[in-house]
């Protein structure tokens, strides 16, 4: 059987990130002490990122099925059908630590990754989204972050010819030294030709095919992943990937070429853990094994270890498990390609990953314990200390401000408001000639070629929200995703999430992932949109503190008709502005606390489930009947700031608005408070009544706000501004911030 | 008539131009694949955007170096017909049949946004369905977009009438506002001597639907055909209503 290599000791396995209960346990599993290179597999498929032990329990309870969905989390992304023979196959995915670590790549690694686990599924990928969060303009290291980030992005993304339409960026010192980068990719595959990656066939061939296999990226996912930054952080620096935009542009056309054929049964890409977790995973799922001669793997540098070669995380390499036979189709396509594509091993019927080099099984482990034997924990949680207190708000301590149309100006300058038109036009988001609407608006809308569908994309999370109150927090997350969807005039279909949270070993931690859980839950239930794929990130913390609880959201929606999309900004003069919804004098986790008060406290804007629904039912049927001209969200800033974006966030010219104030609640909170299931709509006047009849029979209050008119954004009394002073604000700030 | 468009490793906009050929426009449409030297009698080549051979060393450097070039570079000087778009651009400077380079953006960034840009000159094959100093709203996506040539040779270009495209803004002038990537004289577009090369940096591909941002863009191809179509009868039109 195995090796002249020794067994390990319990000090190599702390290093590898095991604890010592662990080793133990996988020593009882195997009947054995494991040598290095098994403990190498072992603690990659163990660590917190391959293996979710301090999720998995939590995670059961999210709804994740449907009557249209194809594939739900498991495989490598989810899939829902979409009709006219079609499926949406997507993801979202984290690439935090390497990102803080090294910007450019970090990203750039994390969008490459997400493609492959759409295109390993046989669907095109035609849309990338990304949510990034990044610390406080005053820290040191933001603007060279936010620098390279956003250039890896579009580095990568552009190279790669898939378009690069929508996301979310925040800044919040809660970031400053853990930032993410959180990753969204879709395609589009016909219904029946969904590629899976489970083993089948026992001497079926076993292909490695792309990149060749270096030392980059070693312990990406145990390492650096799996544990918080501290001093050591610098020398992680090796463990980030490198990526390489090109050859995924091959990668992706030779694969999808391959997928036409009949040649194979089953492929996955090499992400996280690299060969290892590809091969350990594909058996698990078929109940087979895998035999692999790592001599056989093409190399950068022949002094690879059998270790190393395992472990390595170079990028746009695929694993495919081919019909016995079929490997010279194989081979013929990637030459054409001009990648590497060889043979390294064969699916057996052992449940063993064997693994040989320089002719000796220097690996020989079961297949179950490796993916399915990580302890499950369910570690303790409570709520932290300091959480009631912060909650309290109260707002006679809130002066009101004195000058309106300065703290307008002053909320559209803010980074977390402005326009991000400075990220993403770095990034290309016409290829693929789909974009219908681009990113700008709320949601991004693509058309389905072929068809007169299209799919709507909004991601989004309000962090502050979540430190707050984590359960209406995450629920607000999935109802702001999928209000801004039906905004462009779409129907929500499903979300994939992407839970960045700090350390789950500490109790508080625990608690505030197990609430999100929760919220997400609830909300996706009511919503009745599945979770079909999703991605956990841990610790997410620097010398013991950690980020706001960020559970992202992305969804994904459905326009019957492609024409019926739509978007925020105002069209004509005489329109009409009306809000549907009801504004309550709530302004606990507001933009307006945060960038005015410097405070972060109350409780988040209440969520009724019920009434959120119905805002959203209202608004798509107005859209549908062809009555809307513009809808937008009410979000940060409120809705003085959504108005003002109406305003001026059209690509044509500005057009201003003449509104009137309610007076019942204290006008700063009227004007920026952000109760939720609010939006504002703009209709010609002759369809007012029909909006108002559609309204009232879903019991949805309904106000006339007033007028889009001239060039000047009028509130009340309080507010009188020019659009173009408002525009200049709300362009500028980002560009601004860079350059300083 | 028969277009060709060319597919590149690493080329990206090429199923795009494919797709506004044939499905918006209505035109025959071959595939030419990078190592293969025939032309498949095709009557205008399209050189499509993207990062061929992942620009490595410089944008449009190797592309230059296919056999399909090779043949390309001799069709061209023949008379036939060739449109470079963006990264095709690039590739028709590197190859010698258009004179200047294109290079790093005056931004340093890779910009994706709407230009306006105007028609400088209506006498070539793919511009001729436009009217002179007609202003159109393309798409540019590019990091090398910049066009220079020594002071004679872009003295030339202009006596010659050889820029076809000009940054402009909504007044029509082309100022240094209007200009996204510091291309002197704010040159997006130009022909060779001939009349036969053309390249520009802004994409027709994708304005050729107003659902995905316009069709401003389509008179370019429009104009390839018209000039072919001289002295055969009229092609029955597969060309979608309202363009």
Redesign the interface.
């Known amino acids: 059987m195995t090796t002249t290599l020794p067994p390990v000791t319990a000090a190599q396995a702390a290093e590898h990130g095991l604890s010592a209960q662990e080793f133990e346990r996988f020593c009882v599993a195997i009947g054995r002490v494991p040598n290095l290179v098994e403990l190498g597999v072992c603690s990659v498929m163990w660590s917190e990122h391959c293996s979710y032990k301090s999720s998995r329990a939590v995670l059961r309870n999210l709804p994740t099925a449907g009557p249209r969905v194809l594939q739900g989390p498991g495989e490598n992304a989810g899939a829902i059908a979409i009709g006219d023979g079609l499926a949406v196959v997507f993801k979202i995915e984290s690439h935090n630590h390497p990102s803080y670590v090294e910007p450019y790549q970090g990203a750039a690694t994390g969008v490459g990754g997400i493609l492959r686990d759409i295109f390993t599924m046989g669907a095109r990928p035609i849309a990338n989204l990304n949510s990034l969060r990044f610390g406080s303009f005053d820290h040191p290291r933001t603007r060279y972050l936010v620098g390279g980030v956003v250039?890896g992005i579009?580095?990568y993304g552009?190279?790669?010819?898939v378009a690069t339409v929508g996301g979310d960026i925040y800044f919040d010192r809660g970031y400053n030294e853990n930032i993410l980068v959180n990753a969204f990719t879709l395609g589009v595959v016909r219904a029946d030709r969904i590629f899976r990656a489970r083993a089948t066939g026992v001497g079926n061939p076993v292909i490695y095919v792309g990149s060749k296999t270096g030392r980059d990226g070693i312990h990406g996912a145990s390492l650096l992943a799996s544990a918080e930054f501290d001093d050591t952080t610098e020398a992680k620096r090796p463990t980030v990937q490198i990526g390489?935009?090109?050859?995924e542009?091959?990668l992706i056309e030779a694969c999808l070429e391959l997928m036409e054929r009949d040649a194979i049964v089953a492929i996955q890409d090499m992400g996280a853990a690299g060969l290892t977790s590809s091969s350990v995973e594909m058996a698990a799922r078929g109940g087979l094994g895998i035999a692999i001669d790592i001599d056989q793997v093409p190399k950068r540098e022949a002094t690879l270890s059998a270790y190393e070669t395992l472990l390595s995380e170079s990028q746009e390499r695929m694993l495919i498990v081919a019909r016995a036979g079929a490997e010279a189709a194989v081979m013929e396509i990637f030459a054409k390609?001009?990648l590497d594509a060889v043979v390294i091993g064969a699916v057996t019927d052992d449940g063993l990953l064997r693994v040989r080099a320089g002719g000796e099984e220097v690996v020989t482990l079961p297949i179950e314990p490796l993916a399915h034997g990580a302890p499950v924990y369910e570690r303790p949680y409570a709520p932290p200390a300091d959480l009631e207190d912060l909650q309290r708000l109260d707002l006679n301590q809130i002066p009101p401000p004195s000058d309106y149309n300065a703290l307008l100006l002053r909320l559209l300058d803010a980074p977390n408001i402005a326009s991000k038109r400075w990220a993403?036009?770095?990034?290309?988001?016409?290829?693929?000639?789909?974009?219908?609407v681009g990113p700008g608006s709320d949601a991004a809308v693509l058309?389905i070629?072929g068809t007169k569908k299209a799919l709507a994309f909004s991601v989004d999370c309000n962090s502050r929200y979540c430190l707050l109150d984590p359960y209406v927090g995450a629920m607000s997350a999935v109802v702001e995703a999928a209000r801004n969807v039906v905004c462009g005039g779409a129907e929500p279909l499903g979300v994939t999430d992407c839970l960045n949270f700090g350390n789950p070993e500490k109790p508080e931690i625990m608690w505030q992932f197990r609430e999100a859980v929760r919220g997400l839950r609830d909300a996706c239930t009511a919503l009745a949109v599945p979770v079909v794929s999703g991605n956990v990130s841990f610790y997410n913390e620097t010398d013991g503190r950690a980020i706001p609880p960020t559970p992202t959201i992305a969804l994904v929606g459905l326009l019957a008709d492609?024409s019926h999309h739509t978007t925020q900004w105002f069209k004509s003069e005489g329109d009409v502005v009306l809000l549907l919804g009801r504004t309550r004098e709530e302004l606990g986790g507001s933009e307006y606390l945060a960038a005015v008060h410097d405070l972060v406290r109350g409780t988040p804007p209440w969520i009724d489930l019920a009434v959120e629904m119905q805002v959203q039912q209202v608004c798509l049927q107005a859209i549908r009947d062809g009555l809307v001209r513009s809808a937008h969200d009410v979000s940060e800033g409120g809705l003085a700031v959504a108005l003002a974006e109406a305003c001026i966030s059209g690509?044509n010219e500005m057009l201003g608005a003449e509104i009137e104030m309610e007076a019942a609640i204290r006008p700063d909170a009227w004007l920026f408070g952000e109760s939720q299931s609010r939006v504002v709509l703009s209709v010609r006047r002759k369809h007012v009544s029909r909006v108002r009849d559609l309204a009232r029979a879903a019991d949805v209050p309904l106000t006339v706000l007033g007028e889009v008119r001239g060039r000047r954004l009028r509130i009340g009394s309080l507010i009188d501004v020019a659009v173009a002073d408002l525009r200049r604000a709300w362009a500028e700030a980002l560009p601004r911030r860079m350059e300083e | 008539m028969r277009w060709g468009v060319v597919t590149f490793p690493g080329s990206l906009d090429d199923s795009d131009a494919v797709y506004a050929l044939e499905q918006v426009l209505g035109e025959e449409v071959v595939r030419l694949w990078h190592n293969d030297r025939s032309l498949h009698g095709v009557d205008c080549v399209v050189l499509p955007g993207g990062f061929s051979y992942g620009d490595y060393l410089r944008a449009g450097a190797l592309a230059r170096f296919s056999p399909v070039m090779e043949t390309i570079v001799r069709f061209a000087h023949d008379g036939g017909l060739v449109s470079g778009i963006c990264n095709g651009f690039q590739i028709l400077c590197e190859s010698g049949l258009l004179p200047g380079a294109l290079i790093r953006n005056r931004g340093l960034s890779f910009l994706c946004t709407m230009v306006r840009v105007r028609v400088e000159d209506t006498d070539t094959p793919f511009t001729r369905s436009y009217r002179q100093a007609e202003v159109l709203h393309l798409p540019i996506k590019h990091g090398e977009g910049c066009y220079v040539a020594d002071a004679r040779t872009l003295e030339e270009l202009e006596d010659n009438r050889q820029v076809l495209l000009r940054y402009v803004d909504s007044a029509g002038r082309a100022t240094e506002e209007a200009n996204p990537n510091g291309a002197l004289r704010n040159i997006a577009g130009i022909v060779n001597a001939t009349r036969n090369v053309f390249g520009l940096m802004p994409h027709p591909e994708h304005a050729c639907e107003t659902l995905v941002g316009g069709a401003d863009g389509a008179g370019i191809f429009r104009s390839v055909r018209a000039t072919l179509s001289e002295g055969l009868p009229a092609r029955a039109a597969s060309v979608p209503p309202g363009l």
Do not use: H
């Open positions: 250039s579009g580095g552009n190279c790669v010819g390489a935009p090109f050859t542009k091959l390609w001009g993403f036009q770095q990034y290309d988001q016409v290829v693929g000639g789909n974009t219908v058309r070629k492609v690509p």
